[in-house]
């Protein structure tokens, strides 16, 4: 297999990966891994059980600070020892209805953990860039009917939202106040995506792990918002993207891309929670489903304009809507079958994606 440009770019550099134990984190992980990059990962432990973390044996083979991106002197400490070249910031309060219950912990991780993030990458002078991953729902969310630019006004009515909004305005703070033109700061670039489904993904309220859950326990799937559209990807999509983005930052001219990019998926359609259920019984098997009656209020349209990461970075994912729910259909019932090829099942899809787009 051939190396694409940005792995090359990634190769052999050091990556400090926030927030690794999590689901995207165990993908970046083995990709990383795969390409020959030196990683250290710095995160909580993995929260759930079973953790893709832990059942692809990265808990053995990375090295791990354990820590809360909340404590900034842990926090300066991981980037001091291992003095990376490259920080890619994925440690977050990630799940709405929980900041509904967790507001202050949410603000705390999601804003002031991103603080601390920058603030000692800006105190040890190896780091060249971070890259902070935020979310689609960063912006002001008017409910109409066409996506979101980079450009478009921030905002967040829930917890989660503000959060990450609140992220993305210190994040402007620091990449004005201290330039990487003037040496005074690394090159800052987010990146905002939409919902990400794929193998390995078993967090509290989220549509495909409860669908999991619901067929693995022979129970019931409680849907909440079932003609809410989102902008449905691959977690590969956005962790394509991420890679894109950090080997700018480790260019010659990072001010290239240090600014906020959208990744969000080119499907024509806009996918239903509803109709993304459908896929996803089409290719495993259908629980029995129940609707709820007064959920928590979410944003019911949303979808993001990724012109610019298609023109500048030269982004697409592989892998349409469709095709990305039948390959995380398969890996969870390839996982079920045979738990312990986790990282065989994870390493063949990701192999599927970069040969597709070398």
Known sequence: MGTNTFEAALTGKKILVTGHTGFTGSWVCLWLQMIGARISGYSLPPETSPSLFTAAGLDK??????????????????????????????????????????????????????VNVLEAARS????????????????????WAWSYRENDPLGGKDPYSASKAAAEMAIQSYAASYPWSEGKGPAIATARG???????????????PDFVRAVVGNEKLTLRYPNATRPWQHVLALVHGYFMILAGLASDDPGKVAQAWNLGPHDVTQYPVR????????????????YLNEPLPEAQALALDSALARNQLGWRPVWDT??????????Y???????????????????AWRTAIQ
């Open 275 to 290: 109709d993304v259920l459908e896929l996803m019984s089409e290719c495993w098997q259908r629980p029995e489903l129940q």
């Open 194 to 208: 939409g919902n990400i489904i794929g193998g390995g993904d078993w967090s509290e309220d989220r549509l495909i």
């Open 333 to 351: 019932s390839d996982f079920y079958a045979n738990p312990a090829a986790a990282r065989a099942i994870t390493e063949d899809q990701i192999n």
């Open 322 to 331: 469709a095709e990305s729910v039948r390959q995380t259909s398969a890996w």
């Open 124 to 143: 040890v002078k190896s780091v060249k860039g971070v890259l902070c991953i935020t979310t689609d729902k960063v912006y002001k969310n008017n409910e």
């Open 61 to 114: 083979d990375i090295a791990t600070t354990h820590g809360d991106v909340v404590n900034y002197n842990r926090v300066l400490e991981a980037v001091t020892s291992f003095e990376p070249d490259l920080i890619l910031h994925l440690a977050a309060q990630p799940l709405v209805r929980r900041s509904y219950r967790e507001p202050v912990r949410t603000f705390l991780v999601n804003a002031q953990g991103t």
